[in-house]
């Protein structure tokens, strides 16, 4: 069975690259969010196996959401992406529960890498 994602970033180009990445490798985009408030608000919805979220957003960052998302479902699957000289905020996501994290700019190898480890 298809696993179901949640795609979260504030550049509409970005969740469209990500889309299109794990849609052609068998994967549900169920939702996308272009923020941290969003993201928290369709996981309730969506209940999704996997999260795949920026750091840098407005309104609610990606580790504020990770947290938040963490504290309704202690099990949930989040990998964060970054771009390259964000390693603090790398290590704090890890440390708040995130499964990976993937730098930007996404290697299609690499985001179906990190997917594959965290959901099969």
């Known amino acids: 069975?298809?696993?179901n994602i949640l795609v979260c970033d504030d550049a509409a180009f970005m969740r469209m690259m990500i889309k299109d990445i794990l849609t052609k490798n068998g994967y549900n985009v169920v939702a996308e969010a272009e923020?941290?408030?969003k993201a928290v608000e369709k996981f309730n919805?969506?209940?999704?196996?996997l999260v795949l979220m920026d750091i840098t957003m407005p309104e609610m960052d990606g580790i504020q959401a990770l947290k938040?998302?963490?504290?309704i479902d202690s099990n949930a699957a989040i990998i964060m992406c970054s771009a390259m000289g964000q390693q603090a905020m790398v290590i704090e996501a890890i440390q708040s529960g995130a499964k990976?994290?993937?730098v930007k700019p996404f290697q299609?190898?690499?985001?179906l890498e990190a997917v594959k480890k965290v959901v099969g």
Do not use: Q, S
Not at 45 to 49: C, F, G, L, T, V
Not at 68 to 71: F, G
């Open 68 to 71: 938040k998302i963490k504290e």
């Open 1 to 3: 069975m298809a696993k």
């Open 108 to 111: 299609a190898e690499r985001v």
């Open 100 to 102: 990976d994290f993937i």
């Open 45 to 49: 919805e969506a209940k999704p196996d």
């Open 35 to 37: 923020n941290g408030l």
